[in-house]
């Protein structure tokens, strides 16, 4: 019995140390083993030429299909001899050639994709792949491609004015034709390098693409430079499709071409995103942003289902883990075998055994260790013990299971150690500590425990969250100390964002200026890095402008909080031990305290300036309205970047409107069109009436000091420290002038109650 209680103790720890974890396979690898399920319902045809139209999509009778997935399968061999029959969606401008029910993706082709711009400011997307359903929508799978010289376009959706933009690029071309003359591919693997023609990425959007706006950039002499001589175009493929050398070439043109052929009967690819959007009752009011019963049982007819939506109104379905298959259909989703896979990819080098919905794995009889690591399993090296040992000793037994527990309590606080030390090294730890090394007092005040900041947010409870975007979420924290913080949390775990977040501890832990977001520590212990900032209670500038009321922030304030930025920034330029270029200067990265001062926010994407003026190259990094076209065009980085920055916020300041969506009739830009407008002297028509009410002569020099910061020539902008000298010398000037009104009432008022030799009267 003593062996017997020794095998059991020896069991429970031995599952104690062993890891239970397997690996995931990727979302789009094929599971080929599921039994074989149903595709379509009954008596309805599922292919169309080699195509598979699996339910909700459908063929023929409306029963076929769901409302809103009716397809068409057109046999016009008379047109193509020879070639199978083509699956259209809506009014068969788009060809299906693939429908995907795990991605709830459509991969379409669309002939006559390739607009000409030449011949209006807007080009028309078009809704002819909806079909009239607004389930559709345009995956991020897709870019947008521009040819043309000095010429913006943006792919715009439905959604309210701020967040309408899906995507957008600029075309560029040099003071001479030598663009035109050139190789404009550039070596990573994207055709367009910006000049000539650029590439960019379609977001996730949950609306459909209303169509592209067109503007033309202006020079200097206010003319249109269209130095390629080649028709400019737009259109939005499949990412990866352009850039296959034989398509762009075709549409471009050869490196050195003058003209490139007509491309009217190339046909574009496209992936679209499906959801089904009329499921829900009239009279469903369920809350929550998850699928309410009644949608769940209509929908998803397969038992191992299971109902997804966006809040919105929109649904899809997908099987369960373990099960693959049609889940809009009974009995659609069935079990995946995943013992017939590689042990690679179901994570299980022990004793496999398939069960419903999932799988069970464990070392051999007679062995243990790892299961989910090659080799993992060993034989057991238990020896035997004496038969002397006392048989049926319970005490024996008991003593053993809290060894096994005190046992799996220690591994699992090892485990979380270890987990700590792999983020700590994963998040550059070491290298954070390189950069503090040299101030001890810096090191101990920058490194902040996981434990300190999830008491200080109850466990990042929902209710402290204020604020937040697609990158990361800020919460609202009570350290130890009784000190208010704001702790930055990123969503995504990429290198990109790690590299950001070390290059941000980097710049801040070494600045201490009044204007500018204050770094009071960091944590390396998660897999999302995490930043704590000094608390700014009043929000960011751009609330103030166009969120909170027309006039909630007055003339004086703003030239203030200009003044206070401009110091911010010429204190980066010139102040510090290694200048620094914010990168991404905007009215949403301004933040400002409960007495409206300016505090400069988010440096992860700041680079330190070299000593010389020439700049430094680095990939194009900022925000549509707010970028420096210099910057964009040549990928060269200047302290003058962020002047041009600066001055679109100016611009901001005195016209309340928003520079990455203003549009006028006739293209062009909020800046394109402020610089006009103060050209010909009739700057008063966009400036915000607030302003004209307030404001004085100082406005006409703001607005002048505006135009010169964002002069499309870097070297004719000034510098940030002669901006913040003539800010300052307005605020001086505007307060001499209050100083004299003062003294002058005062001396009013005094002479009337004083007499004629200037002894006051009773």
Avoid at 64 to 88: E, I, K, Q, V, Y
Avoid at 126 to 153: I, K, P, Q, W
Avoid at 348 to 365: A, Q
Avoid at 534 to 547: D, P
Wanted: charged fraction near 20%; include cysteine.
């Amino acid at each position: 019995m003593a062996a017997a209680v020794l095998l059991v103790a020896a069991a429970v720890v031995a599952m104690a140390v062993a890891s239970t974890q397997r690996a995931a396979a990727a979302d789009d690898a094929p599971l080929p083993l599921v039994a074989p399920a149903p595709v379509g319902l009954p008596n309805c045809t599922t292919t169309c030429g080699d195509v598979l139209v699996p339910y909700p999509f459908g063929l023929g009778p409306p029963r076929c299909s769901w409302p809103g997935f009716n397809l068409t399968c057109a046999d016009d061999t008379a047109s193509r001899p020879g070639a199978p029959p083509r699956l259209l969606l809506g009014d068969g401008t788009l060809e299906v050639v693939d429908v995907s029910l795990r991605n709830t993706a459509v991969r379409v082709v669309r002939r006559g994709a390739v607009a000409n711009v030449t011949s209006g400011r807007n080009v028309t997307f078009g809704r002819s792949f909806t079909g009239g359903y607004s389930g559709y929508t345009l995956s991020d799978r897709n870019e947008l491609v521009l040819s043309g010289c000095n010429v913006v376009a943006v792919l715009v959706g439905d959604l309210d004015e701020y967040s309408n933009i899906i995507s957008g690029c600029a075309s560029l071309c040099s003071s001479d034709d030598g663009t035109s003359k050139g190789d404009i591919r550039q070596p990573a693997g994207k055709f367009c390098s910006g000049l000539g023609c650029c590439q960019a990425p379609v977001t996730m959007n949950y609306s459909r693409p209303e169509g592209v706006q067109v503007s033309w950039l202006r020079g200097g002499d206010d003319r249109r430079q269209d130095l390629l001589r080649l028709e400019p175009f737009v259109l939005v493929a499949e990412k990866g499709w352009f850039d296959q050398s034989p398509v762009a070439d075709q549409l471009v043109g050869p490196p050195g071409g003058s003209q490139r052929p007509d491309a009217a009967a190339i046909e574009v690819p496209l992936v679209l995103q499906w959801t089904v959007t009329n499921v829900a009752p009239p009279d469903d009011r369920y809350p929550g942003p998850a699928c309410s019963p009644a949608v769940a049982q209509r929908l998803c007819r397969s038992a191992n289902s299971e109902c997804t939506t966006n809040g919105n109104g929109d649904y899809s379905c997908q099987c369960r883990e373990g099960y693959d298959g049609n889940p809009y259909l009974d009995g659609g989703c069935q079990d995946i075998n995943e013992c017939k896979l590689p042990p690679e990819v179901n994570g299980c080098f022990g004793d496999c055994s398939n069960t419903e919905g999932r799988f069970v794995c464990r070392c051999p009889p007679r062995t243990n260790g790892d299961h989910t690591q090659k080799g993992g399993c060993a034989p057991a090296a238990l020896t035997g013990f004496s038969a002397g040992i006392g048989l049926g000793s319970g005490a024996g037994l008991i003593l053993l299971l809290l060894a096994a527990i005190f046992v799996t309590k220690k591994i699992r606080h090892r485990r979380i150690r270890k987990l700590k030390q792999k983020f700590f090294s994963q998040n550059r730890g070491q290298l954070l500590h390189q950069l503090v090394s040299q101030r001890a007092d810096i090191a101990e005040r920058m490194i902040i425990t996981l434990d300190e900041l999830e008491k200080a947010t109850n466990n990042f409870d929902k209710s402290r969250e204020i604020g937040g975007g697609g990158h990361g979420t800020v919460y609202k924290g009570i350290l130890s100390d009784l000190q208010v913080v704001a702790i930055k949390k990123s969503k995504i775990t990429v290198q990109k964002e790690i590299d950001e977040f070390i290059n941000e501890v980097a710049i801040l832990s070494q600045i201490n200026h009044r204007n500018i977001v204050k770094l009071l520590g960091c944590c390396l212990e998660t897999e999302v890095p995490l930043l704590v900032y000094e608390f700014i209670s009043n929000g960011t500038l751009f609330y103030h402008l166009h969120v909170e009321g027309p006039t909630s922030i007055t003339w004086d304030s703003r030239l203030r909080i200009a003044t206070e930025t401009a110091k911010a920034l010429a204190y980066l330029h010139w102040s510090v031990s290694i200048p620094v270029i914010h990168r991404d200067i905007k009215s949403s990265n301004i933040l400002l305290d409960d007495a409206m001062t300016s505090k400069v926010s988010d440096f992860g994407a700041s680079r330190y300036a070299p000593v010389d003026s020439t700049g430094l190259t680095t990939k194009v990094q900022g925000t549509i309205g707010y970028l420096d076209p210099s910057y964009f065009y040549t990928g060269r980085l200047t302290e003058r970047s962020d002047v041009f920055s600066f001055g679109v916020i100016l611009v901001e300041l005195l016209t309340r409107k928003k520079p990455f969506s203003y549009l006028t009739s006739d293209g062009e830009g909020l800046v394109a069109h402020f610089v006009s407008l103060l050209r010909e002297g009739n700057i008063s028509q966009i400036l915000d009436p607030q302003i004209i009410e307030e404001g004085g002569k100082e406005v006409q020099e703001v607005s002048v000091l505006a135009a010169s910061c964002i002069n499309l020539r870097a070297e004719d902008r000034p510098t940030m420290r002669e901006v913040e000298h003539a800010l300052e010398g307005l605020q001086v000037s505007k307060k001499k002038g209050s100083m004299v009104m003062s003294f002058k009432k005062g001396y009013m008022v005094r002479d009337e109650f004083e007499d004629d030799d200037g002894v006051a009267m009773n």
